[in-house]
């Protein structure tokens, strides 16, 4: 109990940015990174009441703020401004000499970090009762770490570093300024030709708002679909979307070696099926993977996986019992959504001595192209090999498609052989706000038939996922049990209320 005291008033002390010296002792929860997951891990831990510290060796925000979702989508927001003012004149809108200032749009892009930026400051996180500490970690033993040459304890602690992109190793890319998720924002000058290695959302999200802002683009993918982790119907709309755009879309295929050019990232690249491509700049998008480096790992009994990542059971707690590990460093589904939820997880565990399990069945995914792709849980193709009920409704019958001339999408529902939401795919304009509705009903376990008798509004895209719904519950009434049971009850209402004969007026 005094030992519990003495916890408890420790944490009522002011949290501060500290130097590793005034970190020193003994903490409650240690967070290692500043992303996403340490982010709402170091939040969740200190609002419990955990003493806790968050150390960060490089910038508060993370990839996702710096080099992921926060840039990526402020320049497809650009060039979706582009797109439009070009075909305007779908809609009886003529817009003269649409002009791309390249310079401009990527400081659009660096001030909308910057509006964020402040969000997840040292100075906000100060605020929350973080205490915050800049330095690189390394674990020394089963409960501490070592920043500047000064020890750290904790009681518990949290991984959170993080993944670096992956470069393909392609022989004369060495000679090559290759870019990667992580690099491509210090560009000022738009490519007159980008090559773009990767056909999964990083890859397609780039490539196309890099063609429809006015590079001519060349997207190499070695496998035989776009964004292969998806269903197929998802691969397929995506591959014509980058076309129309004018992507060069070559599949099966990837890069066999580079030749460096004279200019500062250009060259030429030859493809295993014989081709060449001549290239400006070369965009690596091949994946991440997990940054485990100079971490100590070994020092504190931490395993890892065959793949490299961070080993975690349902709890998120590692080899090492008293440590946890979130977000990209893990197996886990790599987005900053799973990496923040998840975080939460770990944080309340970790401070309180639970064991709540991190559930990544349910997990809603979006591929922000043109048309979105938004998916959950149980995919179409999946469904169907196990006979489960899939009901897909095309958007040239959704209305709200048809007005916004953009009736090329679908939404398809997967349900199981109880009539269980289990899975859902969008795909068209809003697919990630679509999705939301469908996310929360297939964590709360409801029925295609609980969708259809859920009013909605008109007109909109949700409406593709309610239309959906209410043809398969229409689809149910007309056989089984309660087709039966409709056909008794007509029967019997018919017969209490019938008209006399004309024989008994």
């Not at 997951?37 to 710096?66: K, M, N, P, Q």
């Not at 119907?233 to 076309?243: E, H, P, Q, T």
């Not at 987005?335 to 399990?357: D, E």
């Not at 090999?385 to 997967?414: M, Y």
Request: proline share 5%; glycine share 12%; aromatic share 4%.
């Amino acid at each position: 109990m005094t030992a519990l005291l003495r916890r408890s008033a420790s944490a009522r002390r002011p949290a501060r940015v500290l130097t590793a010296a005034q970190a020193a002792g003994e903490w409650d929860v240690v967070v290692i990174g500043a992303g996403s997951a340490g982010l709402v891990a170091s939040r969740t831990a200190a609002s419990l009441g955990a003493r806790t510290l968050l150390i960060e060796a490089d910038r508060f925000g993370g990839e996702c703020l710096y080099t992921g979702c926060v840039p990526s989508k402020a320049l497809i927001a650009a060039a979706h401004a582009a797109h439009a003012a070009r075909t305007a004149h779908r809609y009886g809108v003529d817009v003269a000499d649409v002009a791309v200032d390249f310079a401009r749009v990527m400081a659009s892009v660096r001030a909308a970090i910057t509006t964020i930026e402040p969000v997840d400051s040292p100075e906000a996180l100060v605020a929350k009762g973080v205490s915050v500490l800049r330095g690189r970690a390394r674990l020394s033993g089963p409960q501490t770490f070592v920043v500047d040459g000064v020890e750290i304890a904790f009681r518990d602690a949290i991984l959170a570093t993080g993944s670096t992109a992956v470069v393909p190793d392609v022989p004369g890319a060495d000679a090559v300024d290759v870019l990667t998720n992580d690099t491509f924002w210090n560009l000022d000058a738009l490519p007159r030709t980008l090559l773009v290695q990767g056909g999964g959302p990083i890859g397609c999200e780039i490539a196309q708002a890099m063609a429809r802002l006015g590079s001519a683009v060349v997207l190499v993918h070695r496998g035989d679909r776009l964004l292969p982790r998806e269903d197929a119907a998802a691969g397929d709309a995506i591959r014509a979307a980058l076309s129309a755009d004018g992507v060069d879309v070559r599949l099966g295929t990837s890069v066999e070696r580079m030749t460096a050019s004279d200019d500062p990232g250009s060259g030429e690249a030859t493809l295993t099926d014989g081709t060449t491509v001549l290239f400006d700049r070369v965009l690596a998008a091949a994946g991440r993977r997990a940054r485990v480096d100079g971490l100590g790992l070994e020092a504190a009994g931490v395993a890892l996986t065959d793949h490299g990542d961070i080993a975690v059971d349902d709890t998120l707690a590692t080899s090492n019992p008293r440590i946890r590990a979130v977000g990209d460093v893990t197996p886990l589904p790599r987005f900053t959504h799973t990496a923040g939820y998840f975080g939460s997880v770990a944080a309340s565990n970790a401070a309180l001595g639970l064991f709540r399990r991190a559930d990544g069945a349910g997990v809603p995914r979006v591929t922000f192209t043109a048309p979105e792709v938004g998916a959950i849980g149980v995919s179409p193709d999946d469904a169907r090999a196990r006979g489960w009920t899939v009901v897909t409704q095309p958007h040239h019958d959704l209305d709200r498609a048809i007005a916004d001339g953009e009736p090329t999408g679908s939404t398809t529902l997967v349900a199981d052989p109880r009539g269980r939401l289990r899975g859902a795919l969008v795909i068209g304009p809003r697919a990630g706000e679509v999705l939301g509705e469908l996310t929360t009903a297939i964590g709360a376990g409801l029925s295609i038939r609980d969708l259809a008798s859920t009013m909605h509004a008109y007109p909109t895209y949700a409406d593709g996922a309610w239309n959906g719904a209410v043809q398969s519950a229409q689809k149910g009434l007309a056989s089984g049990p309660v087709a039966f049971g409709i056909r008794m009850l007509r029967r019997w209402h018919g017969r209490r209320h019938a008209l006399p004969h004309r024989s008994d007026r």
